[in-house]
C-alpha cells in the first residue's frame, strides 16, 4: 500500500486538477482537500517540519574524524606520521541528543498540525460565509419574484381601472429596496469567494466559485464535560507544549553528561630513521578532556528554564483550551437552540402571516399596506433564521478549533 500511495495521490491531484479546470463547484471537503494540495501555505509547514528535523538529528552524528599528516626532519633523522583522530561518545550523550531529536521533530510537527487546523478553519468561515450569502441571495430573489408579479397585477388593474395607484407605487417602492438588499449581498458574495479564493492555487479565479451545502447543516453539540477532556488530549498545540517540555528535560540529561570526562583516540603509522636505513611503527595517543571550566553548567541551566517556561506555557494553554471550550460550546449550543426556536416560532408563522394576508387583500379585507407588510415579516423572518444558522455554524466551527477537532476531507 505504501508503493501505491503516490501513485493514487498522484492520480487524485491530475482528476482534481482537470476537475478544477472545468467547475467550481464545492463542498466544504472539496474546499479542504484543494486548499491542501493548492495553497503554498501548505507547503511551508511541510519543510518547516523537515528543517526542524534536519536540525535536530545533526546534533546526534558523532563527530568527524580528523587525518593529519606530521614530517619531523631534524638532521640525517626523519619521521613521518599519519594519525586518525576520533572522540570516542563515553559520555554517551550522543543518545540522549538522538532522543531530545526525535522529541523536537514531534512537537514540530504538532505545531505544524495546530497552524493547520487553524488554516482549515479560516478557511470553513470563509465557506461558511459564502453559504450565508448564496442563501441569502436565494431567499431575496424568492420574495422579489413573488413582488414582481404582485406588481404586474397591480399595474394591470391600474391600467384597467380597478386597482389604485398608490397600490401600484408602494409596491415598486418595496421591489426596490429588495434590489438594493440584493446588491449588498451580491457584494457579500463577491468578498466571500474572493477570500475562498485565496485559499487556492495563485489565480484561482473567484467569479465562479459556488458553495454547496446549506448553511443549516447542523452538528449534534456533545456534552461539556467530554469536550473539555477530548481538547486536552487533541490538541495540537497543547501536545506540542507536552512534547517540547520532554524535550528540554532530555536536553538537560545530555547537558549533564558533559561532566564526565571526554576521550579521543589517536592511532596512526610512524616512519623514522635516516633516508637510506628508516624503520616503520605504528603510534596510538589516547586523550582525555578534563571538565575543569565548562561541565555544562550552563547549558544545564539553560535547559532547565526553557524546561519550566514550556511548563507554564502548557499551563497557561490548558487554561485556556478549557475557556475556549467552555465559551464556544455555549455559543454553538444556545445558536442552535435559537435557531430551532426561532423556526418553528417565528418562520412558520410569518409564512401563515402572509397567506392570511394574500387572501385578505384579494377579498378586500386588507390594504396594500397589510399586504406588503406581512411579506416584509416574511422575509425578514427568513433571512433572521439564516443569520442564526450561520451564527450557529461558525459557532460550532470554533467549537471544533477549539477541541482540536480536525476536519478530514
Not at 450569502?133 to 436565494?138: D, H, L
Not at 623514522?272 to 561541565?295: E, I, W
Request: charged share 25%; proline share 3%; net charge negative.
Amino acid at each position: 500500500m505504501c508503493r501505491w500511495r503516490p501513485l493514487v495521490l498522484a492520480t487524485g491531484f491530475c482528476g482534481l486538477v482537470a476537475w478544477g479546470a472545468s467547475a467550481q463547484t464545492l463542498t466544504e471537503e472539496q474546499a479542504l482537500t484543494r486548499m491542501r494540495m493548492e495553497h503554498p501555505q501548505i507547503r511551508v509547514l511541510r519543510f518547516t517540519v523537515r528543517e526542524v528535523e534536519a536540525a535536530a538529528r545533526e546534533r546526534s552524528l558523532l563527530d568527524n574524524p580528523t587525518v593529519s599528516y606530521t614530517r619531523e626532519d631534524a638532521g640525517l633523522s626523519v619521521d613521518d606520521f599519519l594519525l586518525v583522530t576520533q572522540e570516542l561518545p563515553v559520555r554517551r550523550r550522543l543518545g540522549l541528543l538522538g532522543e531530545a531529536a526525535g522529541q523536537a521533530v514531534n512537537a514540530a510537527e504538532a505545531r505544524a498540525d495546530a497552524d493547520l487546523l487553524a488554516f482549515d478553519t479560516r478557511l470553513r468561515l470563509v465557506f461558511a460565509d459564502l453559504l450565508l450569502a448564496q442563501e441569502r441571495t436565494q431567499t431575496l430573489e424568492a420574495s422579489l419574484s413573488d413582488l414582481n408579479r404582485l406588481v404586474d397585477v397591480l399595474r394591470a388593474r391600474e391600467e384597467q381601472g380597478e386597482g389604485s395607484r398608490f397600490d401600484r407605487l408602494r409596491a415598486e417602492r418595496e421591489v426596490a429596496d429588495i434590489d438594493t438588499d440584493l446588491a449588498t449581498v451580491a457584494i457579500d458574495r463577491l468578498t466571500a469567494q474572493a477570500q475562498l479564493a485565496s485559499f487556492f492555487a495563485p489565480g484561482t479565479d473567484p467569479a465562479g466559485l459556488t458553495a454547496v451545502g446549506h448553511v443549516a447543516d447542523g452538528w449534534t453539540v456533545p456534552g461539556l464535560e467530554m469536550l473539555v477532556a477530548q481538547a486536552v488530549a487533541h490538541r495540537s498545540d497543547y501536545r506540542a507544549l507536552t512534547l517540547g517540555e520532554a524535550q528540554w528535560a532530555t536536553e538537560k540529561r545530555a547537558a549533564e553528561r558533559l561532566r564526565l570526562p571526554g576521550v579521543a583516540v589517536t592511532a596512526g603509522l610512524k616512519r623514522a630513521g635516516a633516508p637510506t636505513t628508516r624503520d616503520s611503527g605504528y603510534v596510538v595517543t589516547a586523550t582525555v578532556a578534563v571538565p575543569l571550566f565548562n561541565r555544562g553548567q550552563e547549558q544545564v541551566a539553560r535547559a532547565e528554564a526553557a524546561r519550566r517556561r514550556t511548563d507554564a506555557e502548557r499551563q497557561a494553554l490548558r487554561t485556556r483550551i478549557e475557556s475556549e471550550v467552555r465559551v464556544s460550546h455555549a455559543a454553538a449550543s444556545r445558536y442552535r437552540e435559537l435557531a430551532d426556536r426561532y423556526r418553528s416560532g417565528s418562520v412558520e408563522r410569518a409564512a401563515e402571516l402572509a397567506a392570511i394576508a394574500t387572501a385578505g387583500y384579494e377579498e378586500g379585507e386588507y390594504g396594500i399596506l397589510e399586504l406588503l407588510d406581512a411579506h416584509r415579516v416574511t422575509l425578514g423572518a427568513g433571512l433572521r433564521l439564516l443569520e442564526l444558522s450561520a451564527a450557529a455554524r461558525r459557532a460550532a466551527i470554533e467549537l471544533d478549533r477549539a477541541i482540536g477537532q480536525e476536519t478530514t476531507p
